[in-house]
């Protein structure tokens, strides 16, 4: 026998919806209860028969049934907060025979002690959510502004209003410089000051992640793309910045075929996953930056001419630190109060005698070297003031060797020695000099006299340099 609803007992289906929709009401296109179970009277402590033909606002705190009993749109899952709880609404729109006609309500959890129960289990659950979801926050915000960018000389000044016009932009931005000029605390000062600043800014240094990485790094991937893939899979940098801007630091050292991957992104600005078959649409704002030259590379085929122009929007050229030496006190000085922190001391300042000798050292390693210098100084300073015998080996020989230069070769008295055997030691001390600016790393000692890897390690070997 084939019954239908009709022939089900009012009783029946009263309880039927009392045990299935938990707490439920109906109300009609102007927000006026129709109907509300004895279980979320109950809850909000009233009757059936005071709640119904009330309007709901009348009744439901928080409520927004009268208004999706207006609109026709359907709300899932929404957060309610009711009695000094939140619960989690869901709203219908009530469409009879293709006529809007009301709204109905649903509430989960059955009775206060269910939502107490709930809440005791995911509570600690929303608080370490809470925790890491500030800690990325607080990890990927920008940790510098314009006014953290130090200098004084034109050239600095010049390319600093440049950066700080162009922060508003949503055009990709290109920072070239040699190593340690500032190119990543421009990056971060552009973001800060664009209408991106509420977003994550995402770092990425593309010369340390190995090539296999690289594209699970950026893009992400799918649950089981490869073995020792996480569970349920990761997102990648793009998305992670998505809204944002994202720093893809020394972009010169990416490899060709993620270079296509990357200039795809650029172009249908969304990315594909590893072992992924949807595509996922992302807007994030491109900051470049590269020690390299970019122009040189494409006409050697060794960086994509397309990309570089997709790069190269803006273009921003920082000076290195040899060609501001006015300003190299100043930095000096905001350095110092930054270290001051760092170990704890106060008033440190540099005496006359060492101001002079750092501007007139080069600084292959600009500010960064200037930074290093600096730390190694007060970890061998007894009182507040930074003198000659604190620096580094390299920059107190360099009075000497001035010294050498301005003596005349009789007073010298000095043999001459075969240029293979000179040539040999002055290579040997810009090889020490360098590893002494980047505190043993041989691959960033290597950069800064711009020679490959091997051939660094080569010459280390040949002057027994471990």
């Given at each position: 026998m084939n019954l239908g609803i009709e022939h089900i007992p009012y009783s029946w289906l009263q309880e039927i919806i009392n045990l299935s929709a938990e707490r439920i009401v109906v109300v009609d296109r102007e927000g006026v209860i129709c109907y509300i179970n004895e279980k979320y009277c109950e809850f909000l402590g009233t009757t059936v028969e005071f709640a119904t033909g009330r309007h709901v606002t009348e009744i439901i705190d928080n409520t927004r049934m009268h208004i999706v009993a207006k609109t026709g749109q359907a709300e899932i899952a929404a957060l309610h907060p009711i009695n000094g709880s939140d619960m989690i609404a869901n709203r219908f729109p009530l469409i009879v025979e293709g006529e809007l006609v009301g709204a109905l309500g649903t509430v989960m959890f059955?009775?206060?002690?269910?939502?107490?129960?709930?809440?005791?289990?995911?509570?600690?659950?929303?608080?370490?959510?809470?925790?890491?979801?500030?800690?990325?926050?607080?990890?990927?915000?920008?940790?510098?502004?314009?006014?953290?960018?130090?200098?004084?000389?034109?050239?600095?000044?010049?390319?600093?209003?440049?950066?700080?016009?162009?922060?508003?932009?949503?055009?990709?931005?290109?920072?070239?410089?040699?190593?340690?000029?500032?190119?990543?605390?421009?990056?971060?000062?552009?973001?800060s000051n664009s209408a991106r600043a509420s977003f994550p800014f995402v770092p990425i240094n593309c010369a340390s992640i190995p090539e296999h990485l690289l594209e699970s790094e950026l893009f992400g991937y799918e649950d089981g793309a490869f073995t020792g893939a996480k569970k349920g899979g990761k997102k990648g940098q793009f998305q992670i910045a998505n809204y944002g801007t994202i720093f893809l630091d020394e972009v010169g050292d990416m490899p060709l075929p993620m270079q296509s991957k990357l200039l795809r992104v650029l172009q249908e600005k969304e990315i594909q996953r590893v072992g992924g078959q949807t595509s996922i649409p992302v807007d994030v704002r491109i900051i470049a930056a590269t020690h390299r030259n970019l122009e040189k590379m494409v006409e050697e085929g060794k960086f994509r001419q397309d990309l570089y122009y997709r790069l190269n929007v803006i273009k921003i050229e920082i000076p290195p630190l040899r060609k501001r030496k006015n300003d190299i006190a100043l930095i000096a000085s905001n350095l110092l109060k930054k270290l001051e922190k760092k170990f704890h001391r106060q008033h440190l300042h540099l005496s006359r005698e060492v101001i002079a000798r750092l501007e007139s050292h080069d600084w292959p390693g600009n500010i960064r070297e200037l930074e290093n210098v600096l730390e190694r100084a007060i970890n061998v300073l007894d009182d507040s003031v930074v003198e000659l015998h604190h620096l580094p080996l390299y920059l107190k020989d360099q009075e000497l060797l001035v010294e050498n230069q301005l003596t005349s070769p009789q007073e010298k008295e000095l043999p001459l020695r075969p240029l293979k055997d000179t040539m040999a030691d002055v290579e040997k001390q810009a090889i020490q000099q360098a590893l002494e600016v980047t505190n043993g790393n041989k691959l960033e000692a290597a950069k800064l006299l711009q020679i490959g890897k091997t051939s660094f390690y080569e010459k280390c070997k040949i002057h027994h340099i471990s």
């Open positions: 059955r009775t206060p002690e269910d939502w107490w129960d709930y809440k005791r289990k995911i509570q600690p659950l929303l608080e370490e959510l809470k925790y890491y979801k500030t800690k990325l926050e607080k990890d990927l915000k920008s940790k510098y502004s314009f006014q953290d960018l130090i200098g004084e000389s034109n050239s600095f000044q010049a390319v600093k209003m440049l950066a700080e016009r162009i922060s508003g932009s949503q055009s990709a931005v290109l920072l070239l410089g040699e190593s340690g000029t500032g190119k990543e605390l421009f990056a971060h000062a552009i973001h």
